[in-house]
């Protein structure tokens, strides 16, 4: 089963930056597109970032536009997410997630995941 696999998660406080890696060991990136999922207590799974398979286009959520930015180095296999200017709102658990063709906004059209990684932003 292919599996994606992130890390780079931590505590930071606001205002502060970090930045998340997503592997793929077993299959090769370069023929998805990539995914960013958040999902913080309580509530629902929500689309981050998206990036094509080529990396030329990209796409953010309203409210990390400006302080996020995603990447991809296919030579690497890994997708990136960078986080600046964190908030506490940016609590949650953050996952990675492939598919074949499209960025779509619902979770459920991503049919390879990774197991997430925690960023908790907190004074």
């Known amino acids: 089963q292919l599996q994606l696999v992130e890390s780079g998660g931590g505590l930071v406080q606001p205002g502060g930056s970090l930045s998340l890696s997503c592997a793929a060991p077993?299959?090769?990136?370069?023929?998805?597109?990539i995914g960013w999922f958040r999902q913080a207590p309580g509530r629902g799974r929500e689309r981050v970032s998206c990036i094509t398979s080529s990396g030329g286009s990209t796409v953010y959520a309203d409210p990390v536009k400006g302080r996020f930015t995603i990447s991809r180095d296919n030579t690497k296999n890994t997708a990136y997410l960078q986080m600046t200017s964190l908030k506490p709102e940016d609590t949650a658990v953050y996952y990675c997630?492939?598919?074949?063709?499209?960025?779509?906004?619902?979770?459920?059209?991503?049919?390879?995941w990774g197991r997430g990684t925690q960023v908790t932003v907190s004074s």
């Open positions: 997630a492939a598919r074949r063709r499209g960025c779509s906004n619902q979770w459920s059209d991503f049919g390879t």
């Open positions: 077993g299959f090769t990136l370069v023929d998805y597109y």
